[in-house]
């Protein structure tokens, strides 16, 4: 039991994803906005080494020993362990309140076949596609996908975050090549028409500034300029992604604009980076919220 008064609040940061390093900046950044409240919170740094164990002040323990003493945890793990359900449910089974998005949604989010099924169903354009697994890839398929679709595709894992896996193909033979190189990484690839645009990343919070869903200005890698419609039909678009999904506390949409002004969706992160160099931090500083205030807010709604 805690018997301080502090809100004791443990950082999970690290874990077995490719998304690693990001998810160490990630914690970083949540245990200094911590470290700025000292009056209210007592953050616990957990460190989950690559191979899965968890640490704490330097030892090795299982997960229900690691987070004794503590009253709510922030998931910093990005992609997979930390984003697809894995985490969640041994924090459901521990019944430790966490922040972000349970178990059933963050799968769901992570499954891009799924989740663009889901925006397809709610009217969010997003670009046509193909799924591909190991047991039904064969020759006449990829005859077909390399006639039905323009040049060049986008080929992906379809259940893994970020840029992991994610290629470019020109030609039947780079479509073939592309493909298994996915399977390294997943049983499930898609291979997806080719938008060509400016890209944006919209970041969405429940229950802020008076609003169920709020949406944080949206914001982009390039200096890539939107007019006012456009900023506004990309955060409805990013609220519906977070709706639908079923998502909860905050997440993150990113979109392709073309150069006739169309926009599509191309995935909703349950878990968006948070860092000083991140589109989210970014957006956050933009919309004139303070890193420290956001975490306050996030863990009071995980509470």
């Known amino acids: 039991m805690n018997l301080s008064s502090k809100i004791r609040v443990a950082v999970l940061r690290g874990g077995p994803s490719s998304d690693y390093s990001a998810s160490l900046q990630t914690g970083a950044h949540i245990l200094s906005a911590l470290r700025e409240t000292p009056e209210t919170y007592e953050p616990v740094d957990i460190f989950i080494s690559k191979d899965g164990e968890w640490h704490r002040?330097?030892?090795?323990?299982?997960?229900?020993?690691a987070l004794e003493h503590t009253d709510v945890v922030w998931n910093a793990l990005h992609g997979s362990y930390g984003e697809d359900g894995q985490v969640q449910r041994i924090l459901d089974g521990l019944q430790v309140p966490f922040t972000g998005s349970g178990a059933l949604a963050s799968t769901l989010a992570m499954n891009k076949e799924l989740s663009k099924r889901l925006y397809q169903e709610h009217s969010l354009l997003t670009p046509v596609h193909e799924l591909i697994t190991e047991d039904n890839l064969?020759?006449?398929q990829l005859i077909n996908i390399f006639r039905t679709y323009l040049h060049p595709v986008i080929v992906k894992p379809a259940n893994a975050s970020g840029s992991l896996g994610v290629s470019l193909a020109h030609t039947f033979d780079e479509l073939k090549q592309s493909i298994k190189k996915v399977f390294t990484y997943s049983p499930r690839a898609l291979v997806e028409e080719f938008v060509k645009g400016g890209e944006v990343s919209c970041a969405v919070i429940n229950d802020a500034k008076g609003e169920r869903i709020y949406a944080l200005i949206p914001s982009s890698k390039a200096d890539f300029e939107l007019n006012v419609e456009e900023n506004k039909r990309i955060e409805q678009m990013a609220k519906r992604a977070h709706e639908v999904l079923g998502l909860r506390h905050y997440s993150s949409s990113d979109?392709?604009?073309?150069?006739?002004?169309?926009?599509?969706?191309?995935?909703?992160?349950?878990?968006?980076?948070?860092?000083?160099?991140?589109?989210t931090h970014r957006s956050l500083e933009a919309t004139g919220w303070h890193p420290r205030d956001f975490v306050d807010h996030v863990l009071k709604l995980a509470l």
Do not use: C, M, Q, W
């Open 57 to 65: 002040g330097g030892l090795v323990h299982e997960p229900h020993r």
């Open 138 to 140: 064969n020759e006449d």
């Open 255 to 279: 979109f392709i604009v073309t150069p006739k002004r169309k926009i599509y969706i191309l995935e909703t992160n349950s878990l968006p980076a948070l860092h000083k160099d991140s589109l």
